[in-house]
């Protein structure tokens, strides 16, 4: 079992910046690829962001590309988003997940979902 509890949301302007951070608990963090995926009122949740157990490989949504920047420290076992020139469309509640998976933007191949910490960015 894997506990995962997001951090960092909240109120920006557009073209202001955020750090999201999740923490893990349980199983050997530094094991799993994890996740940033989004969820907007009344769409369906979507990929951010994965980062493989080492780090090394990462993949991004193309929207946020070159913007955002998915980052982990397996000491730590946390993982960031760092998020910058914000656009109200990056609006949503921001999930972490976890899988023993390769990265994947298959919200499907995750096995662990974190609670969500709502990002509202206004114009």
């Known amino acids: 079992q894997v506990q995962l509890v997001e951090s960092g949301g909240g109120l920006v302007q557009a073209g202001g910046s955020l750090r999201l951070a999740c923490a893990a608990s349980?199983?050997?963090?530094?094991?799993?690829?994890m996740g940033w995926f989004r969820q907007a009122p009344g769409k369906e949740r979507e990929f951010v962001a994965a980062?493989?157990?080492?780090?090394?490989?990462?993949g991004y949504r193309g929207s946020v590309q070159g913007r955002f920047t998915i980052s982990r420290d397996n000491a730590k076992n946390t993982v960031y988003l760092q998020m910058n020139s914000l656009k109200p469309e990056d609006t949503g509640v921001y999930y972490c997940?976890?899988?023993?998976?390769?990265?994947?933007?298959?919200?499907?191949?995750?096995?662990?979902w974190g609670q969500g910490t709502q990002v509202t960015v206004s114009s």
């Open positions: 980062i493989s157990w080492s780090g090394g490989i990462t």
């Open positions: 997940a976890t899988g023993l998976v390769e990265v994947t933007a298959s919200p499907a191949e995750y096995t662990y």
């Open positions: 349980g199983r050997t963090f530094s094991d799993y690829t």
